[in-house]
């Protein structure tokens, strides 16, 4: 059985509930939330009904009703004041099995993912406006919903496309690898980035906060290098060559000393320098020992116009107080 997160989340119109048993996700990548099909009470032991009201869904059991407006997470066990929720909880999605459909995608008995892949790798869904402008979105749904050997398989041969001529089945390859941070296959994608920077470097991604291509992979790293995950080394060589070609991490940078702190502080000359124009998240992110390391870029980024002495200096001074003094002064 799989668990939706958070304990499964009520959702009003505004954010997609799927219908089938098996339809869950766990990712929220640009998403929002999405809805659990399988609440149960745990007072009453009554299967959660719901219905459409106006801009609301009225959700109820035998001892309990809610209206949702916008949405809320049933597992609040973490949070210090946490907010008054029914008692429901997600209470586990069957895998699909194959062979037979799960969302509209015929699957064998041993399964040939390539094909399938290729059907569906550009395709988007009829589903929900939050989530129908997601390229490949199904294959993500079948990923979710199968067990973990016909995972490795599919995932695998969606990673194999991430060398593919088609910039819309990259921009698919990219988002699953988001929006599924422990499918393997992710190495395919970083190996054919790294053999030819301009399939994803100036591209604009498909979906989510990110606006650049380059910056889907940066985040799928991002997720599996702070979460140890299954391919996180290697994840993490790509990061630092990333970090140190083309534009660099670009709106990344301030996650830079949670991926790797140690190297980022070794590297932050050669990080100011590619991106001068990023110089005050780099002051302001990337704590060093000694500030007058940063003066050579920080003059470069004065002198181009990104910044004015007196901004850096209330950047350095935010930073570092009274020891900024010395790189201030050699502006």
């Given amino acids: ?15 997609w509930l799927p219908s089938e048993p098996s339809d869950y996700f766990r990712a929220s990548y640009g998403v929002g939330s999405i809805g659990c099909n399988r609440l149960v009470c745990s007072r009453c032991k009554q299967a959660v009904r719901h219905a459409l009201e106006g801009t609301g869904r009225r959700y109820q059991c035998s001892c309990a009703e809610y209206e949702e407006l916008g949405y809320t997470h049933l ?12 008692p429901w909880r997600c209470a586990g999605h069957p895998s699909f099995v194959p062979p037979g459909v799960f969302a509209g995608v015929e699957v064998g008995a041993t399964p040939d993912w390539s ?33 973990s050997n016909d995972q490795g398989a599919l995932a695998t041969a969606l990673g194999s496309r ?26 395919q994608v970083l190996d054919a980035w790294r053999a030819d920077p301009a399939r994803y470097d100036d ?9 650049q291509l380059k910056n889907n992979l940066l985040e799928a790293i ?36 949670l991926i790797d702190t140690q190297w980022t502080g070794e590297h932050v000359e050669q990080l100011l320098d590619l991106a001068p124009e990023n110089w005050e998240a780099i002051v302001i992110s990337i704590q060093v020992e000694f500030p007058l390391r940063l003066v050579p870029g920080l003059r470069r980024s004065i002198a181009e116009g990104h910044a004015t002495r007196e901004r850096v200096a209330a950047a350095l001074i935010e930073q570092y107080g009274a020891k900024a003094d010395p790189a201030i002064a050699a502006l």
């Avoid at 290729?118 to 589903?127: K, N």
């Avoid at 593919?164 to 422990?182: G, I, K, P, T």
């Avoid at 591209?203 to 606006?211: I, L, Q, S, T």
């Avoid at 080394?233 to 000393?257: I, S, Y």
């Fill in 115 to 147: 094909p399938i892949v290729a059907a569906q790798i550009v395709e988007t869904t009829d589903l929900h406006p939050s989530i129908d402008r997601i390229p490949g979105f199904t294959l993500t749904r079948v990923f979710q919903a199968l067990d």
């Fill in 162 to 187: 991430g060398n593919d001529e088609s910039l819309r089945a990259r921009q698919a390859v990219a988002l699953f690898f988001v929006l599924n941070m422990h499918a393997p296959g992710f190495e």
């Fill in 203 to 211: 591209h604009p991604a498909a979906f989510g906060p990110d606006k």
């Fill in 1 to 15: 059985m799989n668990l939706c997160n958070s304990g499964g989340y009520l959702v009003s119109p505004d954010y």
């Fill in 75 to 86: 597992d609040t066990s973490t949070e210090s004041d946490p907010d008054p929720v029914p």
């Fill in 222 to 257: 991002a997720v599996r290098v702070r979460r140890n995950a299954p391919g996180a080394d290697a994840a993490l060589e790509t990061w630092r060559w990333a970090a140190l070609r083309g534009t660099g991490l670009g709106v990344h940078l301030h996650r830079a000393p």
